[in-house]
Nanobody, 115 residues
């Protein structure tokens, strides 16, 4: 069973940046499309960015041109660089395979954007 551990969240002012990290326990994830999801209270998790094993990335319209996703298959890690953060980016962020049905969810990391 693969486990995901997210880190890097915190409190940041609007316009600021954060770098989220994801570490997966199993090397098998290198074969999967991986994604960063976020969860707003009372709503379903939404996919904000994803990346194939070959490095092709996709972004939701809400984060495109502000967030950058990357991965290191040799280290089973994934990064989400978030720039120009907005209050509406405030949420818990999680990593998993896409569409999130293969493995359990980690604890997530909280991102709060507020002045």
């Amino acid at each position: 069973q693969v486990q995901f551990v997210e880190s890097g969240g915190g409190l940041v002012q609007p316009g600021g940046s954060l770098r989220l990290s994801c570490v997966a326990s199993g090397s098998i994830v290198s074969l999967y499309r991986l994604g960063w999801f976020r969860h707003f209270p009372g709503k379903q998790r939404e996919l904000v960015a994803s990346i194939t094993s070959g490095g092709n990335a996709d972004y939701s319209i809400s984060v495109k041109d502000r967030f950058t996703i990357s991965r290191d298959n040799a280290k089973n890690t994934m990064i989400l660089q978030m720039n120009n953060l907005k209050p509406e980016d405030t949420a818990f962020y999680y990593c998993n395979t896409v569409p999130g049905l293969d493995f359990s969810w980690g604890q997530g990391t909280q991102v709060t954007v507020s002045s």
